[in-house]
Each structure stands twice: as structure tokens, then as C-alpha cells.
């Protein structure tokens, strides 16, 4: 039975999980393969402080070590530069030192699910001003790529005229107010460690990793300072 330790860090939210088969971490996105998780979902970064620690608050309190694990799943992108730079960068060292896999999982399909229930879900991240990181995914189809988007009342138009949509994620409340269209669902939320379990067991079960020495977060865009 493979044991994955889940890196969240493309958000606020500093967040990893053990992902396992069958684990038994009760939550409420129907996640099968989440063992125990540990986040601060405050509104500060907290990643540089913080992971190591809850990297090995995690594995004691289940009696694990880090020798235990079979992989490392990390959150890819986009999301915050910062963020993604310490989880990324910690992922990888301990993939060094164990000598054990690295899995790369897309942050907006993480984040879409967190939607329960069916039909197009739209996570989007906020990227300032008016501008979201988004993609469209119904179920395990994805209909629209990942993109930077500058929100306007026509984004999105095609799904949305196909009924009511999931908008899920830290832009949605901007995108709410523009398009003003209440039949639609919309759920602010961080990206979280929770949602990678399950994604991360089925990759790791057909070998879908990727080269830790030559693998950069996924940005999408180049990095501004101020």
C-alpha cells in the first residue's frame, strides 16, 4: 500500500496531507484516499514557517517517518510565486534525500474537486485586479486549458449558456459581482492538500511523475516584482 505525502502551498493556505488507499480522513469533498490532513488556511503566508513542521507534525502523529514514504505529490501551478518556489523547492529536496518519485498535479483540477456535485465546474484563482488563473472542467474532462483571463461579462459565456455553472476558488466573489447571474453556484475557497490524495494515487499507480531534477513550477506567467 503506497504512502504520499501531498504539498499544498499555491495559496494561503499552507496545507499537506497523507494520501493512502482508502484512507480514512472523513471529508466533505468525497476524497477516498485522504489519510489526515493539516493546513493554516489563514489569511497570511505562513509556507517558509510552517511546512517543515507540519511535514513531520503530520507523519508522527500518524507513526510514520519520512523513510515511509513511497512518492511526493506537489501542487504544480498557477498560483502564488512565493508559495510555489517553497513547495515546489521542498518537494524535490525530499525527493533527493529519499530517493523517491515527485508528482506534478494541476492546482485548478485539485481545486475543482472540491465540487460535489456534477455538471462544469470553473475554478479560478485570483491573479489581481480583474485578472483570474481559470479553467472549465466537466467531471474528469477538461473543456477549457488552464489560461490567465481577464474577467469581462462575456468570460466564460458559452458555459454559462448551457445552464448553471460551479465557480470555485479565490477570484469567484470579482467574477460574481461582474456577471451579476445568481442561478449559478460559487464557492470561495483555497486550494487545499485534501483534494491531492486522490489524484496522487492514481498517478502514482501508473507511474505518472516527473524528472525532480529538471521540473519548475507551472507559473503561467513570468514573475513581477511589487
Not at 172 to 186: A, P, T
Request: proline letters at 2%; glycine letters at 6%.
Amino acid at each position: 500500500m503506497s504512502l504520499i505525502l501531498c504539498i499544498e502551498t499555491t495559496s494561503t493556505n499552507c496545507s499537506v496531507a497523507l494520501a493512502t488507499e482508502n484512507g480514512a480522513f472523513q471529508n466533505d469533498c468525497g476524497i477516498l484516499n485522504c489519510l489526515d490532513v493539516l493546513e493554516d488556511n489563514s489569511d497570511g503566508y505562513s509556507h517558509g514557517e510552517r511546512l517543515h513542521i507540519y511535514i513531520e507534525e503530520i507523519l508522527s502523529r500518524n507513526n510514520f517517518s519520512t523513510k515511509d514514504l513511497n512518492a511526493i505529490a506537489v501542487s504544480e501551478g498557477p498560483g502564488s510565486y512565493t508559495g510555489l518556489r517553497i513547495g515546489v523547492a521542498s518537494a524535490k529536496g525530499l525527493c533527493y534525500a529519499l530517493d523517491i518519485p515527485l508528482i506534478a498535479i494541476s492546482t485548478l483540477e485539485s481545486l475543482s474537486k472540491q465540487n460535489t456535485s456534477s455538471g462544469i465546474t470553473v475554478p479560478m484563482l485570483d491573479a489581481r485586479r480583474m485578472e483570474v488563473y481559470a479553467a472549465v472542467f466537466e467531471g474528469e474532462e477538461i473543456l477549457q486549458e488552464v489560461s490567465a483571463v481577464i474577467l469581462e461579462k462575456e468570460s466564460f459565456s458559452r458555459f454559462r449558456e448551457s445552464g448553471k455553472l460551479t465557480f470555485i476558488g479565490t477570484g469567484i466573489e470579482k467574477f460574481r459581482e461582474l456577471i451579476q447571474e445568481e442561478q449559478h453556484s460559487y464557492i470561495t475557497s483555497n486550494p487545499t492538500a485534501t483534494t491531492l490524495c486522490d489524484l496522487a494515487i492514481e498517478k502514482n499507480k501508473i507511474s505518472d511523475t516527473v524528472d525532480v531534477a529538471y521540473f519548475e513550477p507551472f507559473y503561467l506567467k513570468e514573475f513581477k516584482a511589487g
